[in-house]
């Protein structure tokens, strides 16, 4: 839309932009297109988690860089700084944001989000969301994150799949003030056209640019919700193959059976298929995966149906049957969970935790969550951009 617009917003003006490896307009990147446009200046870039380019392993530090196609110098917002400073921001006339999101809480791009806002208001800088579909669509799922529980993987008080946009996201930031000093921000949104946020990825005609090395595929990033999980546990999650997030494996698991106790649950727009994989180095996405080069067993998760799909129903039923598979041969559950401080962050509390580790009902569990979504739901009802 900014591009169809032939950058009205952004005419005379020395630009900053977030962005990254999705931030692509009709096959060219966002970046190029403001560099080669000759009523816009591109001053600055600043790249997310992954990098510009999104070839960064999670969670690894980035360094600022210089992109020669652009001839500019690249800021990293996921190094020794975590937000924009002030002394990158204060030869710009404006602020813009682009990063394709994937619609949870703990992915870092939501604090990057809120970060540039308050750097933006800090600086008198006017910043400029460009909003791209959620691939989750307005699906809620999870628990609302307490405000003790806030890091960097889970900077509001939102739900694990908050249902919104960047552009809402960021109203939202706005008008709650979840960062101080955000009373004084220029923001605006640039929304989409025709986009409905039932309508599952592949039915939009979008291409898919991965928005992190591990999300290679929109199936991937429906149930990514729930297996993330398997980050914070002595369990594979699929890192160092091409499934990432839909492979799930140890050495000890027996994949048939798992394979058949979650297909018994007949969860909606998945299957399970018994599978058996082995990790291997990825430079440019899991250069140093977990269980490298052991064979692991497990199961494949298969998006049947995409408009169905509740990624965290489906990590926490998973989770459930591994830790239950665990107790059999002798694996503690509280083993298995062994990174508990990230399972409660991701998870959204230590509920989740605490009732995997005593073989609680998931149902009912998933049911618990009911009521934050409809807090959640009037919370958000005046921010919504699309029907």
């Known amino acids: 839309m900014l591009v169809d617009t032939d950058f009205a917003l952004l005419q005379k003006q020395r630009v900053g932009l977030i962005a990254h490896r999705a931030s692509v307009v009709d096959g060219q990147h966002l970046a190029t297109l403001i560099y080669e446009h000759p009523s816009v200046e591109l001053g600055a870039l600043f790249a997310p988690e992954h990098g510009l380019f999104g070839t960064g392993e999670a969670g690894a530090l980035i360094g600022d860089s210089f992109d020669p196609v652009t001839d500019t110098v690249v800021f990293s917002l996921y190094g020794d700084n975590r937000s924009p400073s002030q002394e990158a921001l204060q030869d710009l006339d404006m602020l813009v944001y682009d990063l394709q999101d994937v619609g949870t809480r703990f992915f870092t791009y939501t604090s990057t989000l809120g970060l540039a806002m308050q750097a933006a208001a800090e600086a008198d800088l006017p910043i400029?969301?460009?909003?791209?579909?959620?691939?989750?669509?307005s699906t809620l799922q999870g628990p609302t994150l307490p405000t003790d529980m806030t890091s960097f993987i889970g900077m509001y008080p939102l739900p694990s799949a908050y249902g919104l946009t960047s552009g809402e996201l960021a109203t939202l930031i706005k008008q709650e003030q979840w960062l101080p000093?955000?009373?004084?921000?220029?923001?605006?949104?640039?929304?989409?056209?025709?986009?409905?946020?039932?309508?599952p990825w592949h039915e939009t005609g979008l291409q898919w640019i991965p928005p992190s090395p591990n999300l290679p595929t929109p199936d991937a990033a429906l149930v990514y919700p729930g297996t993330v999980l398997f980050e914070a546990m002595s369990v594979s999650e699929g890192r160092g193959t091409n499934e990432p997030f839909q492979l799930i494996g140890t050495p000890w698991i027996d994949g048939a059976a798992l394979a058949t106790h979650m297909n018994d649950l007949d969860l909606a727009g998945v299957r399970f298929e018994a599978a058996s994989f082995t990790p291997?180095?990825?430079?440019?996405?899991?250069?140093?995966?977990?269980?490298?080069?052991?064979?692991?067993?497990?199961?494949?998760?298969?998006?049947?149906?995409?408009?169905?799909?509740?990624?965290?129903?489906?990590?926490?039923?998973?989770?459930?049957?591994?830790?239950?598979?665990?107790e059999a041969i002798?694996?503690?559950?509280?083993?298995?969970?062994d990174r508990p401080g990230i399972?409660?962050?991701l998870a959204g509390s230590s509920a989740a935790r605490s009732a995997l580790l005593a073989g609680a009902d998931i149902d009912q569990l998933i049911a618990s969550f009911e009521a934050d979504h409809v807090l959640f739901s009037s919370l958000v009802a005046s921010v919504a951009l699309y029907d």
Do not use: C, K, Y
């Open 280 to 326: 291997e180095s990825m430079s440019d996405a899991a250069p140093s995966p977990r269980f490298l080069g052991q064979e692991l067993h497990g199961v494949r998760i298969v998006v049947t149906d995409p408009t169905l799909v509740t990624g965290l129903e489906i990590g926490l039923h998973l989770a459930d049957a591994v830790l239950r598979q665990g």
């Open 128 to 137: 400029v969301i460009l909003d791209r579909p959620n691939p989750l669509g």
């Open 330 to 337: 002798g694996v503690e559950p509280a083993a298995t969970i």
């Open 343 to 345: 399972f409660d962050r």
């Open 181 to 199: 000093g955000l009373d004084r921000l220029s923001l605006t949104v640039v929304p989409m056209q025709n986009w409905d946020p039932s309508t």
